[in-house]
């Protein structure tokens, strides 16, 4: 199992992820569109996060494009791995220019509190009508007001060697398909992963983006009792982990699992012992609900 957070900073965390600057909503789907042109296709990017132990985390997303191969057949094969999935993007031509254009998404410019969205959750961060092709890549263009608060203070969050853009590759099969050439998928912007401190007082962002679908993957809920363990949630097998904190009620929602056989491990506060459930089935397109963990002293 990958590590799991430290009991440092939750109260903080847990009061500034109350603070929502942008609208988010829980839907896990789309409305009907209007009709697609000939040779387009409609696409819509979803943003939600992994949470991490700060107070916020602000990125300035300032644009969103999607690098589409009209070219390539939509069975064809991408052959990259998983760990090469993310990282700063290059001012470099890709090959067979002829075949792949970069389309640019509508959005809402502006600055994006990630940690407001946990729990279920999410915001439609870029949406618009491209050419129609196969989907390769994701690239997100930063400002630069990026930030963190943590323990009240704010911090720059300065990117590696100064890059602005965060290229995120994706297959063609990890995207929902909504209706007839409409296209959804959520990035999950994984807080803990992505932000590393190297001095004090000093952050980098590194990013880290899960990509996910509704329809593919499962969902595990539940609720911790008492609300004043200010608990940590994290859920688990030998091949992933993945993080919650309880809303102000001790609720929590972990979204864009893999199919498989899980752990939820409570990492508990203010003198409550931790405690796992362990053997939890995630099923594709399904949430398992896990009920009510109760914590003790």
Not at 5 to 15: A, E, I, M, N
Not at 22 to 28: E, F, L, P, R, T
Request: hydrophobic share 35%; proline share 3%.
């Amino acid at each position: 199992m990958k590590n799991m957070f430290r009991k440092v900073g939750l109260p903080l965390l847990l009061l500034g992820a109350l603070s929502v600057i942008i609208y988010a909503c829980s839907k896990d789907g789309s409305n009907e569109p209007a009709a697609i042109p000939p040779g387009q296709q409609r696409v819509n990017i979803m943003l939600t996060d992994d949470p991490g132990l700060f107070d916020k985390v602000f990125l300035d997303i300032q644009k969103v494009e999607v690098l589409v191969d009209t070219c390539s057949r939509s069975d064809d094969d991408d052959r990259w791995d998983d760990r090469d999935r993310c990282g700063w993007w290059e001012d470099r031509r890709d090959r067979d220019d002829s075949c792949k254009v970069w389309d640019s998404l509508g959005i809402r410019a502006g600055v994006y509190d990630v940690l407001a969205l946990r729990n279920g959750l999410d915001t439609s961060l870029a949406t618009g009508t491209i050419r129609k092709g196969k989907i390769k890549s994701i690239r997100i263009t930063l400002g630069s007001n990026n930030s963190l608060v943590k323990d009240s203070i704010s911090y720059p969050l300065k990117s590696v060697n100064g890059q602005v853009k965060i290229l995120i590759k994706v297959r063609h099969n990890e995207w929902d398909q909504v209706s007839t050439d409409n296209l959804q998928l959520w990035l999950d912007f994984d807080v803990q992963r992505s932000i590393i401190q190297v001095n004090r007082g000093m952050f980098i962002l590194k990013p880290v983006i899960h990509v996910w679908t509704v329809k593919q993957t499962g969902a595990v809920s539940g609720k911790v009792s008492p609300k004043d363990a200010q608990s940590v949630i994290t859920v688990y097998n030998n091949l992933d982990s993945l993080y919650a904190i309880p809303g102000r009620d001790g609720e929590f929602k972990v979204r864009g699992l893999k199919v498989g056989t899980y752990s939820v491990f409570v990492n508990a506060g203010n003198g409550y012992r931790d405690t796992t459930i362990a053997n939890v089935k995630i099923e594709r397109g399904k949430e398992t609900k896990v009920g009510t963990i109760t914590v003790k002293k």
